[in-house]
T-cell receptor, first 113, second 113 residues
Framework: DSGVTQTPKHLITATGQRVTLRCSPRSGDLSVYWYQQSLDQGLQFLIQ???????AKGNILERFSAQQFPDLHSELNLSSLELGDSALYFC????????????FGPGTRLTVL | AQSVTQLGSHVSVSEGALVLLRCNYSSSVPPYLFWYVQYPNQGLQLLLKYTTGATLVKGINGFEAEFKKSETSFHLTKPSAHMSDAAEYFCAVSVPENNDMRFGAGTRLTVKP
């Protein structure tokens, strides 16, 4: 158990819909990262938040957004969903930045029908 | 930007045999290098990391990796494979100056009895 929790575990929705994925980091970790893992794209970094502020952006689509709340939990919002958005979405946390070990949550499997 | 290439998407070894998973990186500045393992239906877990100092890094579960700057490589090895080592392995690179982490495409390790 990494100490990072993600909800829900599975999510099935239809094209055009909007969903929210939730992540609670390990106690004491200030950084939260979101990753997308799919068969064709592999594991891709989406976005990082540090202590409530956006710190880094990767290959995140404009239809996707995220935020980190004062209690340090984070949400990833995916809108206008397309079939190609079906993937595993991982949240990870670390004490600070990218040079620290990241602790990964179990992931949310999103299926868009 | 930095990048990482994992040679071989699938590697199969016999139980007790040497495990060698290859990773080459590209970075214009000294990188931080990581190996993560992903067991089925789980998130990623750090095996080991190289930041600075000793180039031979020992990790969990008997794995080790050697940073070779001249070869831009960070290959992962284990002297004797166990059935429990069957998983997907990801090499990753980050650079302190860049708020980013790049993962390789992954190598699926199969261990035959």
């Amino acid at each position: 158990d990494s100490g990072v929790t993600q909800t829900p575990k599975h999510l099935i929705t239809a094209t055009g819909q909007r969903v929210t994925l939730r992540c609670s980091p390990r106690s004491g970790d200030l950084s939260v990262y979101w990753y997308q893992q799919s068969l064709d794209q592999g594991l891709q970094f989406l976005i990082q938040y540090y202590n409530g502020e956006e710190r880094a952006k990767g290959n995140i689509l404009e239809r996707f957004s995220a935020q980190q709340f004062p209690d340090l939990h984070s949400e990833l919002n995916l809108s206008s969903l397309e079939l190609g958005d079906s993937a595993l979405y991982f949240c990870a946390s670390s004490p600070r930045g990218f040079t620290y070990e990241q602790f990964f949550g179990p992931g949310t499997r999103l299926t868009v029908l | 930007a930095q990048s990482v290439t994992q040679l071989g998407s699938h590697v199969s070894v016999s139980e007790g045999a040497l495990v060698l998973l290859r990773c080459n990186y590209s970075s214009s500045v000294p990188p931080y290098l990581f190996w993560y393992v992903q067991y089925p239906n789980q998130g990623l877990q750090l095996l080991l990391k190289y930041t600075t100092g000793a180039t031979l890094v020992k990790g969990i579960n008997g794995f080790e990796a050697e940073f070779k700057k001249s070869e831009t490589s960070f290959h992962l090895t284990k002297p004797s494979a166990h059935m429990s080592d069957a998983a997907e392995y990801f090499c990753a690179v980050s650079v302190p100056e860049n708020n980013d982490m790049r993962f390789g495409a992954g190598t699926r390790l199969t261990v035959k009895p």
